[in-house]
């Protein structure tokens, strides 16, 4: 079953002797339950990308289209609802909210969206994120790659139809982006959650289901492991 299309997207930046084109005519599917990397170079156009597909930019041509939705059909505001029900982004810098506790930065997208937390689902979360025994401390008082967690559980608490994860280990040690990858993995198949990540680590990138690869803001190859 198919959850997201891309079909045709571009982004461009700037005007006449000054525009870039950061991606260029990028067309491509996944289905339900994939596990994908998008690698390619820095500047090569994969966190522009990761960007349009999760509805934090819009481009300049082209379709996006996830569970169904032509998502840059919406308003902005349908489009900030849209993104915070169907969408988790898992950022490098983790992007926590200091004066929020472990459990209250994992349920931010739920008090955002006014919905009630869904407690036995908050539950194996912790649990599965070993997060159990520090759901009440602040960001400050844990490691980065617990951080990383806290930030895997605030993506994937709404259950929502695609995960994409930017370098999420690229703030931390190997011990630390061992357990987040896994972590990811775990998710994709316990949860069967739809996972993209990308990343510069052609490590990580072999453990996921397909590699795409960007170069130049253009698709040069599409593999399966």
Do not use: W
Request: hydrophobic share 35%.
């Amino acid at each position: 079953m198919e959850i997201l299309r891309v079909q045709n997207l571009v982004k461009t930046y700037g005007k006449g002797e000054n525009k870039v084109k950061a991606v260029d005519d990028v067309s491509f599917s996944v289905e339900k339950g994939e596990l994908v990397a998008i690698v390619g170079a820095s500047g090569s156009g994969k966190s522009t990308i990761l960007h349009l597909l999760g509805g934090v930019d819009r481009p300049t041509s082209g379709k996006v289209y996830i569970d169904g939705k032509d998502i840059y059909s919406l308003s902005n505001d349908n489009l900030a609802i849209f993104r915070r029900r169907q969408i988790g982004i898992i950022y490098q810098f983790y992007n926590l909210i200091p004066i929020l506790n472990v459990q209250e930065n994992i349920t931010l997208p739920c008090d955002l969206d006014g919905q009630n937390v869904d407690k036995e689902r908050l539950s194996n979360l912790l649990k599965t994120l070993g997060l159990e025994n520090r759901a009440m401390h602040l960001p400050n008082e844990l490691s980065g790659g617990q951080q990383q967690r806290v930030s895997i559980g605030r993506a994937m608490i709404n259950n929502p139809a695609i995960i994409l994860a930017d370098e999420p280990t690229g703030n931390l040690d190997s011990k630390a982006s061992d357990e987040i990858v896994s972590l990811l993995k775990l998710s994709n198949k316990k949860y069967n959650q739809t996972v993209i990540i990308i990343t510069h680590d052609l490590e990580i990138a072999r453990q996921a289901d397909r590699v795409i690869t960007i170069e130049d803001g253009k698709i040069i190859g599409d593999e399966r492991n």
